[in-house]
């Protein structure tokens, strides 16, 4: 096997080196997300594009997270151990627990994955291992592999983490203010809900800082994002560690187009309604609210009424996501009663309906991926997180890339509908509306750009497919 340190140096070949099929192994890689949705989406999109670049790609999720024929495009599916036999069991367990049985019981179970593999003729060369899971990286040097940990959230969020990783930021953050490389000023309420009240999430600063353990040592560093939407963050870290940003990570469909057939992430862990695109097939272009807080968030009742009011005043129609487990919240009869300006769905395909003409705008968490997603498609977003680093991202939306605003919350800590309703009528009508729509048109040209041909992106992930085929043809 070649050195870490060789690979990374290795320039960078426009071209794939031509394989001969019988006498050549095809690089392999193993992929090993952390199994919630908003892990799966985007290393399952990086898998097809390193799929459609010549590699073998093996998907390896827990029990009871996938079936085989979900994935689609070439990519088989294999189950690995967390310790845990069904979702349910899974979703109930302590978060940490859960954490410490996938370790130990991925680590064993993936060796053994590995090893056979290999038995059976597939040798991986490359384990890619989600940044959750620090464990990969022992696992694939154990077997002698390259590893490549790859991170879902920004690189922005990555500086503020990786300071924290490092002690150059003290947790919980007291001051106002504070500056980081690489970063505009951040204030308190811009900051990552676990570094600001850790105590509130336990576990979650512990998982999110330990994210950097070994990263030093892998041989790849992928970020789902777009070096030119951050580029001094994306700078400094560099100066520590090999990060390459490969993003958008969604259907290519959506951007280059250049996987035939890539139209949805094939794989939800939900299921989703069937009634919303010919709903919105019938209202006019720009007209429509799109409300989505993710696959995660779990909002209180008086929160869910604000945002109900809100929807109500706004006098638009709006398409809402309430997860069959949040139904319960919503205002009595609402569903009902909003029946002639509102539809609600319990899941749907996001990409889809973000890219309909009728959305007019995105009120969400700010969930990295669906901040990528309406970025990707143009949307402007109404930001209201709810907690991780969705603060920070929807800080981005607002004052960097200037394509949407965020809602803050009134003195008792509540996102009130007053709120909700300005913040709607700002990005889909008010003064700013125009520039707004105009900055998310252009974010739009520079997602697709990035992933295209000879895009930054797709630079990143050809070098790595060429070193990864160069490396697995000096290991025979
Ligand atoms: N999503 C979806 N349908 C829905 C709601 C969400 O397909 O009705 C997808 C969305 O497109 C995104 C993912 O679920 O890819 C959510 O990830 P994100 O990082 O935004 O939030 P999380 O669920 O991790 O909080």
Not at 139 to 147: D, I, P, R, T
Not at 198 to 223: I, M, N
Request: net charge negative; aromatic share 8%; glycine share 8%.
């Amino acid at each position: 096997m070649i050195k870490p340190q060789s690979i990374l140096n290795t320039p960078h070949k426009s071209k794939p080196k031509e394989m001969d099929p019988k006498t050549e192994h095809k690089p392999h890689c193993l992929i090993l997300p952390y199994p919630s949705q908003g892990h799966i989406n985007p290393m399952i999109q990086f898998s097809k594009r390193l799929a459609h670049k010549g590699i073998t790609i093996t998907f390896a999720v827990p029990q009871g997270v996938l079936t085989s024929s979900a994935a689609g495009n070439n990519i088989a599916v294999e189950t690995i151990s967390d310790g845990y036999d069904s979702t349910a069991a899974r979703v109930d367990a302590d978060p940490r627990e859960h954490l410490l049985s996938f370790k130990t019981a991925g680590t064993e179970s993936t060796t053994r994955l590995i090893e056979k593999l290999r038995e059976g003729g597939q040798p991986v060369d490359c384990v890619v291992y989600d940044a959750f899971m620090p464990w990969g990286l022992a696992v694939a040097k154990s077997k002698g592999l390259f590893g490549a940990v790859f991170f879902t959230q920004t690189s922005s969020v990555n500086v503020i983490y990786y300071n924290v990783f490092k002690g150059l930021l003290k947790v919980p953050v007291s001051e106002r203010e504070i500056v980081l490389p690489g970063l505009p000023p951040l204030a308190v309420s811009d900051l990552p809900s676990f570094i600001v009240d850790p105590e509130k999430y336990p576990g979650a600063l512990e998982l999110l800082v330990g994210q950097f353990e070994g990263v030093e040592d892998s041989d790849f560093v992928f970020v789902n994002s777009v070096y030119e939407l951050e580029e001094e963050a994306n700078e400094w870290m560099k100066k520590s560690m090999s990060v390459k940003t490969i993003g958008p990570a969604i259907p290519s469909i959506y951007l280059d187009k250049r996987i035939p057939h890539d139209k949805s992430y094939g794989l939800s862990l939900f299921k989703s309604d069937d009634i919303y695109m010919r709903w919105l097939q019938q209202r006019s272009p720009k007209s429509v609210i799109y409300v989505s807080f993710g696959s995660i968030a779990k909002l209180e009742k008086h929160e869910m009424e604000e945002l109900a009011t809100a929807l109500k005043l706004t006098g638009k129609h709006f398409l809402w996501v309430v997860r069959s487990s949040e139904v319960s919240k919503l205002p009595e009869n609402f569903a009902d009663e909003a029946s002639g300006k509102g539809l609600i769905v319990s899941w749907c395909s996001q990409l889809e309906v973000l890219a309909h003409e009728a959305i007019g705008c995105f009120v969400t968490h700010c969930g990295w991926n669906s901040t990528l997603e309406a970025l990707s498609l143009g949307v402007p977003m109404v930001g209201v997180p709810w907690w991780s680093d969705q603060a920070t991202n929807a800080k981005f939306v607002m004052d960097v890339w200037k394509m949407g605003v965020r809602a803050y919350p009134n003195d008792g800590g509540v996102v009130g509908h007053e709120e909700l309703v300005r913040c709607v009528n700002c990005v889909m009508e008010g003064e700013g509306a125009e520039e707004i729509r105009e900055n998310a048109r252009k974010w739009k040209e520079l997602a697709k750009g990035a992933i295209d041909e000879g895009g930054s992106s797709d630079r990143n992930i050809q070098e790595f497919v060429s070193n990864t085929m160069g490396g697995a043809m000096s290991k025979k």
